[in-house]
Structure formats: structure tokens, C-alpha cells
């Protein structure tokens, strides 16, 4: 059983940074694509920030440069590192993992932490 868990979101003021974490468990991040996604009510989800098996990382462009991706396989842990905050970063954050990279959607997914920018 397969369980994503974030933690980190607040409200912070412009400007300000935050650091986003996700823990996995009952699933091996070695190897995995995972991303980062954000959804305002009333819009789509919309990735910000996805790392692959090798390491690289893409980002959205609304976010680039501000916003880090990372992961550390022996702690189990997903972050978003998110600087320079802006109001219009302010969403429900989601962490989401492909079971196997070539599949070509997230099944799973973590409930969402509230990020405020004031």
C-alpha cells in the first residue's frame, strides 16, 4: 500500500520561502518520477516542478528559478524547496509518483498541503 504524505505548507509573506516535504512509504523513490503539483479551486492541477530517474529536473515556467525538486531515496522524502513566494503561488500542493517512469500518468498521489502567500 502505497501512501504520499506533504507536509510544510503555511502562510508566509511574498517573498518569503518555504520548504515543501513529501514521505513515501510502501514505495522504493530509487529510480522513480515524481513531481510536484499545484491547484487553486476552480483550475486544473498543474505540475511545477518533476524529476526523473536520473536526476534531472523540469519546472514550470510561473515557478522557474524560484523553486527547487528533490529527493532524498534514503529518507523517503520528496521536497520543493520554494523561494521568493509570490500570491500567485498560492495553492493546494500536491506530490504525486509514477508507479513505473514510462507510464505516462501519477497513480499516486498525497493529500495536498495549503500554501498562503500574503
Known amino acids: 500500500h502505497v501512501q504520499l504524505v506533504e507536509s510544510g505548507g503555511e502562510t508566509v509573506q511574498a517573498g518569503g520561502s518555504l520548504r515543501l516535504s513529501c514521505v513515501a512509504s510502501?514505495?522504493?523513490?530509487?529510480?522513480?518520477?515524481m513531481a510536484w503539483f499545484r491547484q487553486i479551486p476552480g483550475k486544473e492541477r498543474e505540475q511545477v516542478a518533476y524529476?526523473?530517474?536520473?536526476?534531472?529536473?523540469t519546472y514550470a515556467d510561473s515557478v522557474q528559478g524560484r523553486f527547487t525538486i528533490w529527493k532524498d531515496v534514503g529518507l523517503k522524502t520528496l521536497y520543493l524547496q520554494m523561494n521568493n513566494l509570490k500570491p500567485e503561488d498560492t495553492a493546494m500542493y500536491y506530490c504525486?509518483?509514477?508507479?513505473?517512469?514510462?507510464?505516462?500518468?501519477?497513480?499516486?498521489w498525497g493529500q495536498g498541503t495549503q500554501v498562503t502567500v500574503s
Open positions: 504525486a509518483a509514477r508507479f513505473i517512469c514510462r507510464e505516462d500518468f501519477f497513480r499516486y
Open positions: 510502501g514505495y522504493n523513490m530509487e529510480g522513480k518520477c
Open positions: 524529476i526523473v530517474t536520473d536526476g534531472t529536473t
